[in-house]
């Protein structure tokens, strides 16, 4: 229930004034005036919400016309301050504490008590005063709310003031008062109770993506830490399930294997090393208690710093390693010449990785030409972000590389990465062929590629870059299939 739908005449305004507050009841909400009060050219006063949507008066049905009802604050404020100067009790006060406020939310005050509110009544002999209160009685004391979860034993606020104040600053402030969280997280508690909640709001929670657990985000490192083992178990089970595929390709498999073993191993090692660390630790603060040292305290914090920084990165390597044997990237035509509007524009792919511990590298298309090609054709490169026009440099790599081949086709791929073999290959300057990199380049570039036109011609362009030899066929085109390992990059130009 409402704020406003609690602001009832008999739960709020004492007795002794009841009779005279029949004269500020909204005939609309049958509550008190709100705050937005106004008045309409026929001198009848509504809470402002109640007839913000209306073209009559509620009370004798005049129109309103172009005279819209006015803020009560400038076309009556006399009535105003009267009411603001309305003796009332909290709306989150029990009723039988004070004789007014709310017993029954769902009734008027004067019905009759039932057990619940008849224990209610008992509690309040536990009001504990608190700042801000009247201190012309007990009732104007705060009483401690709470609500215990095994039973139905409820606390209220006794406060007492006028009906400006409690608009104006008590309800912002009362302790009883039911609020939403502020996070957003769709619990309602008492103000009070606000700080407890912060613990356990699933609004502060992150969910690892490896294991699904969920935790505070300061503790997601000394979660990589501790759970090391199992996240390489469940990593290793998925790859296990992806090469059930009997169309995978084994020798990667086995290479991703292989990979993931010599990682098991130094995890391994780097938890001993944090062990190592740990005591280190535990007998450097025994040290400081005898004599401060504080070199030795940060010579085994920056050990610790250390063990953690090498475990995130393994972790991080592995799962980019798992996660590469499909990348997609769609950009819409006309999106991607509006961002890029001139010659030596760039469009990074995302990050995909070789197999092994390549990479990252990405794709790299220039829609109206690099800086040293021609503005009427798209240039196209593959190598790592940031070397400018640089992609195409042949350094060696310390790792042995497979070669891989590049693809233009006009049209998307589909959600399995196969291309409509009706769509022609793109075969302007040779670049629909294999072009075969080799073992020992780090990037490949084309400053020439795809003309503009046709380009912006095509709904989508799609660059598949494969890995593994090229298996021409008969008719001189190349299959696109499960067979090897395969990264896709599906681009709108």
């Known amino acids: 229930m409402s704020v406003r739908n609690k602001l009832k005449i008999d739960d709020i305004v004492q007795e002794d004034e009841r009779r005279s507050a029949q004269e500020y009841e909204c005939a609309v909400c049958m509550s008190l005036w709100h705050q937005d009060a106004v008045q309409t050219d026929c001198h009848h006063?509504?809470?402002?919400?109640?007839?913000?949507?209306?073209?009559?008066?509620?009370?004798?049905?005049?129109?309103?016309?172009?005279e819209k009802p006015k803020p009560l604050r400038d076309s009556n404020?006399?009535?105003?301050?009267?009411?603001?100067?309305?003796?009332?009790?909290?709306?989150?006060?029990?009723?039988?504490?004070?004789?007014?406020?709310?017993?029954?939310?769902?009734?008027?005050?004067?019905?009759?008590?039932?057990?619940?509110?008849?224990?209610?009544?008992?509690?309040?002999?536990?009001?504990v005063r608190a700042p801000g209160s009247s201190s012309s009685s007990s009732s104007s004391s705060f009483?401690?709310?709470?609500?215990?979860?095994?039973?139905?034993?409820?606390?209220?606020?006794?406060?007492?003031?006028?009906?400006?104040?409690?608009?104006?600053?008590?309800?912002?402030?009362?302790?009883?008062?039911?609020?939403?969280?502020?996070?957003?997280?769709?619990?309602?508690?008492?103000?009070?109770?606000?700080?407890?909640?912060?613990?356990?709001?699933?609004?502060?929670?992150?969910?690892?993506?490896?294991?699904?657990?969920?935790?505070?985000?300061?503790?997601?490192?000394?979660?990589?830490?501790?759970?090391?083992?199992?996240?390489?178990?469940?990593?290793?089970k998925r790859l296990a399930d992806v090469g059930a595929?009997?169309?995978?390709?084994?020798?990667?498999?086995?290479?991703?294997?292989?990979?993931?073993?010599?990682?098991?191993?130094?995890?391994?090692?780097?938890?001993?090393?944090?062990?190592?660390a740990t005591k280190v630790a535990e007998v450097d603060k025994r040290l400081v208690k005898v004599e401060s040292n504080g070199a030795k305290t940060a010579h085994v914090t920056a050990i610790g710093k250390k063990t953690a920084d090498q475990l995130g990165s393994v972790i991080k390597n592995l799962k980019n390693i798992c996660g590469t044997l499909a990348v997609d990237w769609t950009i819409n035509t006309a999106d991607l010449y509006r961002r890029c509007t001139r010659k030596g524009h760039k469009e990074w792919s995302p990050p995909f990785f070789l197999p092994g511990p390549v990479g990252p590298f990405y794709a790299l298309v220039t829609p109206h030409g690099c800086s040293t090609g021609t503005g009427t054709h798209c240039s196209f490169y593959i190598g790592y972000k940031g070397e400018t026009d640089a992609a195409s440099e042949d350094r060696p790599i310390a790792t042995r590389v497979p070669p891989w081949s590049v693809y233009f086709r006009k049209g998307r791929a589909d959600v399995s990465g196969h291309v409509d073999e009706s769509l022609a290959i793109v075969t302007h300057n040779g670049v629909g062929q294999c072009i075969n990199l080799g073992t020992r380049g780090i990037g490949w570039s084309n400053i020439k590629s795809l003309p503009v036109s046709e380009i912006k011609a095509s709904p989508y362009i799609t660059i598949m870059i494969r890995f593994g030899p090229a298996r021409q066929k008969k008719d001189g085109t190349f299959p696109m299939d499960n067979e090897i390992v395969t990264a896709i990059l599906k681009t709108g130009p």
């Not at 402002?48 to 172009?66: H, I, Q, W």
């Not at 039911?178 to 909640?197: A, K, Y």
């Open 45 to 66: 006063i509504f809470c402002g919400s109640c007839v913000s949507g209306l073209l009559a008066c509620p009370t004798c049905r005049k129109p309103f016309g172009e």
């Open 77 to 127: 404020p006399f009535a105003l301050r009267v009411l603001n100067g309305l003796k009332v009790t909290c709306p989150n006060a029990a009723a039988e504490a004070s004789g007014t406020g709310l017993g029954n939310l769902s009734g008027s005050a004067s019905e009759e008590p039932g057990p619940a509110a008849k224990k209610r009544k008992a509690n309040n002999s536990k009001a």
């Open 143 to 236: 009483l401690v709310a709470h609500q215990h979860a095994d039973s139905d034993e409820f606390l209220y606020c006794t406060w007492t003031g006028s009906y400006g104040d409690l608009l104006a600053k008590h309800l912002a402030e009362c302790e009883c008062q039911i609020v939403d969280c502020p996070r957003g997280c769709g619990e309602s508690m008492q103000r009070r109770n606000l700080t407890v909640h912060e613990a356990h709001c699933q609004k502060l929670l992150v969910e690892c993506s490896i294991c699904g657990e969920k935790m505070k985000p300061d503790a997601v490192e000394a979660h990589r830490r501790e759970r090391a083992e199992l996240h390489v178990t469940i990593l290793e």
């Open 245 to 276: 595929d009997p169309a995978g390709g084994g020798s990667k498999l086995d290479q991703m294997h292989s990979l993931m073993q010599a990682m098991d191993k130094r995890i391994t090692k780097i938890e001993k090393e944090g062990a190592k």
